[in-house]
């Protein structure tokens, strides 16, 4: 199967960090999420994980916060065996396949053309799923997915690259297109930010990250009133951090005592409205 790549931009290649993480772990002897489907893709679209570099620590926040999202949408569609489920910003991540959902859930895959143009020669179609070629930006591409159900989204690795007006204005728009549901994503910190911008293995990404981050995850709740937080994931306190390194492990748990220092790493916020 040819494989035709586009020149994808600054942006659209930030998609090799998440797919490339998901990856490596799927090929350690203990992985976390285990998703070897991201390993197949990696491998149709000529990506070398040889040289990818990546810490244990980043492949671990990769792989558990993707870990987390999955298991708030399969908890949400087993409440709401209608649902509808939105994947923002989506790049090649395999949840679909992660959590297989039934016939009755219809399932968006959301990026920017380039992107989704991928994503259709990579990944094996399925009647319930569906694809858009949209910048988040654009205030009318939510007019072709149903308003009448609830809805469960996820945004995995994607917040760092919408500028402030634009997560605000997708926020009101989200809550004003659905009756009921649930948002997820993992959240960035001031430093989070910062240390994304100086960490090597994350410097690729550096100049196209355009949100300057929060420190309080009650913020969205002022930007978007409707949207209520029910749940602050800090990695530092997951079950997996018990797979660690032990060097690893021990600082990860020392981290977890604070919620301040644990804020500093990777936490998965959900929200309800």
Not at 28 to 49: H, K, M, N, Q
Not at 70 to 77: K, T
Not at 179 to 194: D, Q
């Amino acid at each position: 199967m040819g494989i035709t790549l586009p020149e994808f931009t600054a942006v659209e290649r930030s998609l090799y960090l998440t797919l490339g993480g998901r990856a490596l772990d799927s090929r350690a002897s203990r992985p976390f999420l285990g998703d070897t489907a991201s390993a197949e893709v990696a491998e149709l679209i000529g990506y070398d994980l040889a040289d990818f570099p990546m810490a244990p620590s980043k492949t671990f926040d990769i792989a558990v916060r993707a870990k987390r999202m999955d298991e708030i949408v399969a908890r949400f569609i087993r409440r709401h065996s209608d649902a509808v489920v939105l994947d923002l910003g989506v790049g090649l991540d395999t949840r679909i396949r992660r959590v297989d959902p039934p016939s009755t859930v219809d399932w968006y895959d959301i990026d920017l053309p380039a992107v989704i143009d991928v994503r259709r020669q990579v990944m094996e179609p399925r009647p319930n799923v569906h694809n858009i070629r949209i910048d988040l930006a654009d205030p009318d591409w939510l007019a072709q997915i149903p308003a009448d159900r609830p809805a469960v989204m996820v945004a995995d690795g994607l917040i760092a690259f919408l500028a402030q007006d634009v997560v605000e204005s997708l926020l009101h728009r989200l809550t004003d297109h659905f009756p009921s549901g649930e948002l997820a994503f993992n959240a960035y910190t001031r430093f989070h930010v910062w240390a994304v911008r100086h960490y090597k293995g994350t410097d690729s990404i550096s100049d196209v990250m355009a949100n300057p981050g929060f420190d309080d995850p009650h913020d969205v709740e002022r930007w978007e009133p409707r949207l209520c937080l029910v749940e602050e994931i800090l990695l530092t306190r997951a079950p997996e951090v018990a797979m660690l390194p032990p060097a690893l492990r021990l600082v990860t748990r020392l981290f977890g005592l604070s919620r301040a220092l644990s804020r500093r790493g990777t936490t998965v916020l959900r929200y309800q409205f």
